[in-house]
């Protein structure tokens, strides 16, 4: 898909060997870390620790995935990890509230608590949309408001004590399940990327996204709604992080105003970035995003099984990410030099 | 309030005396202010006493400071996400240096010169690592202080092992916190003593001129022959050193080095300063905004707090706020430039 873009550019030919280079870059250093680290300990390739990886990797690249679409229409979402905490809030009082009135009734109990949580998702992206689209407030501020104002309604619901009453049957045989041996997480995840990667690529929302975060007064002047689209930006980014808070729920079996947070937030943006994801707008492709949200996962794994104190752990996390960007933009002038 | 603003709005469609316009827009936050509390004084009287508004000032005068030190970034299009953990770090460093010099048995001048050296120096450590990654590297900001964000954090909590750090000495409590002049306390002292200094940088020198250019048209910096990354990689270091001078003032306060001290504070900073009127869009804002927007949010939550309003609700209250400050003051932007 860049390709098409880039190929456009009067340096094509550069421009698709900076890709080459890009897409070699993240996935290289993924394999030398696994290398690195199946050498170093043979607990790390152990199946459990595998598992508990790709579960790990699956729930921050569905946010990182909605996060990347934002930052791609030239926008942030500070409000992902909020958004993980009420939906998973909502989603278990939802079915706590519905298992009450309608006892033994597991398919509407379940079908209301997850449209609750997901429906929590679109009106804080609506929000978020509308704010930033038409009112034009900076999508910084806003969605540090709604962050702020997210996390303090799911505290209010809750009073900070994690909620309990959900059906058996959606913490055993969906949240905990694995099929084909692998933990329902990465079925979701997989799903959602493989439905972004489509998005991105062969759908005008996706191709209107990238132009908007590209140029948005050529956009604009070729007939693009801005507005429409930005809005469908933060709302993909809301429902993403609703559903990783559904599934965090359905895992852990009760829910809680703790999940997500800055950490998820923080996470996302990282993910997203290492990814290749130009702040600048207008560049970034999802599918990297989820592989550098893999990285992330084994590198936090890797520090704990090699007894790195988790207190050093961020400083290795922030050197990377600099490291990264900074080696992107020296790629980038070196380019714009030629 | 929604009356005041009401009236300001019918004026605002008399386009004619766009002078008069602007005047009434910069009343808009003042007049808010002076609503706020009395308001809050209906319900509870002990608003308005002599001590409650002591302590309003006093509180203020932190975030003040951290506004002003978030305000000279934003003037560039940049921001610092680190200044909460460079808190933290700071105030750690701070109170391992005094309680350091102190066991092996130095003089108080010593001791107090250990802390402050330590203090200023990790501070302004931590200022020419954002300043370098984003000036020299060509990083963007919110990637590069997201970095030593995590660094910070890090180096804090291994250096304290996530515990508090006891050992300060009492003459510093007494010096930063305790102490008062003229009947003032220290803090109120420091913050305006700092707040004038700065205003008197931003409005008289050419670095604080600079700053505005570079904010505006970072370009037409550059052609002017203005050095562009030299002020920059300043602007970043006068930011932490700031940040320093605010954490050493905290830790004075609380009598212990704390690895969480700078918490939320890059956001509730960055909320300050933007609520004040600083534009994000870089070039626009001051002392003054920063110093009204600290003031706004302190006797926002000094009010509710007194009035009980639920900890929870004041998160979902504050995040409008910021929305709602920001919305008003793109509204007034442009009105202004109509």
């Known amino acids: 898909m860049s390709t098409a873009l880039t190929a456009a550019e009067p340096r094509g030919t550069i421009g698709l060997r900076a890709i080459a280079g890009r897409i070699g870059f993240l996935p290289g250093l993924l394999l030398l870390l696994v290398a690195g680290m199946s050498a170093v300990d043979p607990q790390f390739y152990g199946i459990i620790n595998i598992l508990n990886i790709l579960r790990n990797a699956s729930l921050l690249a569905i946010v990182a995935c909605g996060q990347a679409l934002v930052i791609v229409a030239g926008g942030f979402d500070l409000s992902v990890g909020a958004v993980v905490a009420l939906a998973s809030v909502v989603t278990a009082k939802t079915m706590a509230a519905t298992a009450a009135a309608f006892p033994g009734n597991v398919v509407l109990v379940i079908a209301s608590g997850v449209a609750a949580g997901l429906g929590c998702g679109v009106v804080v992206g609506l929000v978020n949309g509308f704010c930033v689209a038409k009112l034009k407030v900076s999508g910084f501020v806003v969605t540090l408001g709604t962050m702020s104002a997210t996390a303090g309604v799911g505290l209010m619901i809750t009073n900070g004590i994690p909620v309990y009453g959900m059906p058996d049957i959606f913490v055993k045989s969906f949240g905990r399940a694995q099929a084909f041996g692998l933990p329902t997480a990465v079925h979701v995840a997989l799903i959602v990327i493989i439905l972004m990667v489509f998005a991105q690529r062969r759908t005008l929302f996706g191709r209107y996204v990238y132009a908007i975060g590209g140029n948005v007064d050529a956009a604009v002047v070729s007939g693009v709604s801005i507005q429409r689209h930005i809005v469908g930006t933060y709302v993909v980014s809301s429902v993403l992080a609703a559903l990783t808070g559904i599934l965090l729920t359905a895992q852990v079996g009760s829910g809680q105003a703790s999940f997500g947070g800055d950490r998820m937030m923080l996470q996302s943006i990282a993910a997203a970035v290492i990814g290749g994801v130009s702040l600048r707008g207008g560049v970034g492709r999802v599918e990297l995003v989820a592989i550098s949200a893999l990285f992330l996962t084994i590198l936090g794994n890797a520090l704990n099984l090699l007894h790195v104190d988790s207190r050093l752990q961020p400083v290795f996390l922030g050197v990377i990410m600099v490291a990264a960007v900074a080696l992107d933009e020296l790629i980038r002038r070196r380019r714009g030099r030629v | ?338």
Request: aromatic share 6%.
């Open chain 2, 1 to 338: 309030m929604s009356d005041l603003e009401l009236s300001v709005m019918a004026k605002d469609t008399d386009r004619a005396k766009p002078l008069s316009d602007r005047c009434v827009w910069n009343a808009v936050l003042p007049a808010a202010l002076v609503v706020l509390l009395f308001g809050f004084a209906a319900f509870d009287r002990s608003v308005l006493s002599s001590a409650n508004l002591l302590n309003i000032a006093q509180q203020t005068s932190y975030l003040a400071l951290f506004a002003m030190a978030q305000t000279v970034v934003i003037l560039t299009r940049g921001f610092d996400l680190a200044l909460g953990p460079t808190v933290s770090m700071v105030s750690v460093g701070t109170a391992l240096a005094m309680a350091g010099a102190a066991a092996t048995g130095h003089e108080t001048g010593v001791v107090l010169l250990a802390g402050l050296s330590a203090g200023f120096g990790l501070g302004i450590a931590c200022g020419l690592f954002n300043g370098v990654v984003i000036a020299l590297l060509g990083v963007n900001p919110f990637v590069a202080t997201l970095g030593s964000y995590n660094i910070a954090i890090g180096i804090a909590t291994t250096l304290s092992s996530g515990r508090p750090v006891q050992g300060v000495p009492k003459i510093f409590s007494e010096l930063f916190y305790g102490g008062s002049l003229f009947g003032v306390p220290a803090a109120i002292v420091i913050t305006v003593a700092v707040g004038i200094v700065l205003h008197l940088i931003l409005s008289r020198t050419v670095f604080g001129r600079s700053l505005y250019i570079l904010g505006t048209n970072s370009r037409a910096a550059a052609v002017a022959g203005l050095p562009v990354k030299r002020i920059l990689v300043a602007t970043y270091v006068l930011c932490s050193a700031l940040a320093a001078l605010g954490a050493i003032m905290m830790t004075a306060r609380t009598g212990s080095g704390e690895p969480n001290l700078g918490g939320a504070l890059s956001l509730q900073a960055i909320a300050g300063a933007v609520v004040g009127g600083t534009s994000l869009a870089g070039g626009r804002g001051g002392v003054g905004t920063a110093v009204l927007g600290a003031l706004f949010i302190t006797i926002l939550s000094n009010g509710m707090n007194l009035t009980r309003i639920d900890g929870y609700v004041q998160m979902v209250v504050l995040g409008a706020i910021v929305i709602i400050g920001v919305l008003l003051d793109r509204l007034r932007l442009e009105r202004s430039s109509q």
